[in-house]
């Protein structure tokens, strides 16, 4: 895949990649939601914006990492999951 900058008219972002993510211990995902670091070192997490008016809380933007791409049901262990990882640039 190609980097990119994306402009939109809230800002830029970088486009990385499409890849697969190791989301925290039992915890799903949901394609079209959004993926966040975790607060737990080494893993993400995921939150629907539109439960949240759809902007996260200053403290979610700067984890969020990309979107997810696919829906995973929750594992024991983390799981992987696809996600397009993005950057913002502004």
Known sequence: MKLGLLMGIFGAW???AVCKVLFKENTGSTRGFVALSSLTDGYCEDIDLATIGGSPAT???FREIGHVKE???AAGA???QL???HFHTL
Do not use: F, Q, S
Request: cysteine-free.
């Open 14 to 16: 970088d486009t990385g």
């Open 83 to 85: 996600v397009l990882i």
């Open 59 to 61: 403290d979610a933007h």
């Open 71 to 73: 829906t995973v049901a």
């Open 78 to 80: 983390g799981t992987y």
